[in-house]
């Protein structure tokens, strides 16, 4: 990482900036083609579960390629510090990772990783998840390596954060 000064090199850090994120952006390469769409997901300290339809782009790239990149964003603000645009910045928290993805074909390990993704979103117990309807795909991300970065940019956005040490707190 460039900017040292930015990182979040605590795993543990990252597992908390991960659980405040609510939109994964996966990025997918196909022929020189990229693809980078916004998913749901899950997380389970070690991979990311997301699910798609039964066919589509998403498919037709993994099995071209299950090689993946993965950035998520959390408590993101414009801090425009001077009428002048060129100084202004965001602050944010943020995860990059890359993965191999796995598609999960038993009923037991697609609930499973439904049940990662339902817990990302719910707020106390989370609901109990139904049988995977037909057609319905889940896919693990074994994540190879993952990385995390903290901007406040001077921002009031962050005061509790200083990008530092323990920085990121649930």
């Given at each position: 990482?460039?900017?040292?000064?930015?990182?979040?090199?605590?795993?543990?850090?990252?597992?908390?900036?991960?659980?405040?994120?609510?939109?994964?952006?996966?990025?997918?390469?196909?022929?020189?083609?990229?693809?980078?769409?916004?998913?749901?997901?899950?997380?389970d300290g070690r991979c990311l579960y997301v699910h798609t339809a039964g066919a589509g782009?998403?498919?037709?790239?993994?099995?071209?390629?299950?090689?993946?990149?993965?950035?998520?964003?959390?408590?993101?603000?414009?801090?425009?510090?001077?009428?002048?645009?060129?100084?202004?910045?965001?602050?944010?928290?943020?995860?990059?990772?890359?993965?191999?993805?796995?598609?999960?074909?038993?009923?037991?390990?697609?609930a499973l990783g439904l049940d990662f993704i339902v817990r990302q979103y719910a707020e106390g117990t989370p609901p109990a998840v139904p049988?995977?309807?037909?057609?319905?795909?889940?896919?693990?991300?074994?994540?190879?390596?993952?990385?995390?970065?903290?901007?406040?940019?001077?921002?009031?956005?962050?005061?509790?954060?200083?990008?530092?040490?323990?920085?990121?707190?649930?």
């Amino acid at each position: 990482m460039f900017r040292k000064d930015k990182e979040i090199s605590r795993r543990d850090e990252i597992d908390a900036v991960i659980a405040r994120c609510r939109v994964c952006y996966l990025a997918m390469c196909r022929d020189d083609k990229p693809y980078v769409i916004p998913v749901c997901f899950g997380y389970d300290g070690r991979c990311l579960y997301v699910h798609t339809a039964g066919a589509g782009q998403k498919i037709d790239f993994i099995r071209r390629n299950p090689q993946v990149c993965f950035t998520m964003t959390c408590d993101a603000g414009l801090v425009a510090r001077s009428a002048d645009p060129c100084g202004w910045g965001f602050a944010y928290f943020s995860v990059v990772g890359n993965g191999r993805v796995e598609e999960l074909v038993t009923l037991e390990e697609k609930a499973l990783g439904l049940d990662f993704i339902v817990r990302q979103y719910a707020e106390g117990t989370p609901p109990a998840v139904p049988a995977p309807p037909a057609g319905l795909r889940v896919w693990r991300i074994q994540i190879s390596d993952l990385t995390g970065k903290c901007s406040p940019a001077g921002s009031s956005i962050l005061e509790s954060h200083d990008c530092g040490p323990s920085s990121v707190k649930d």
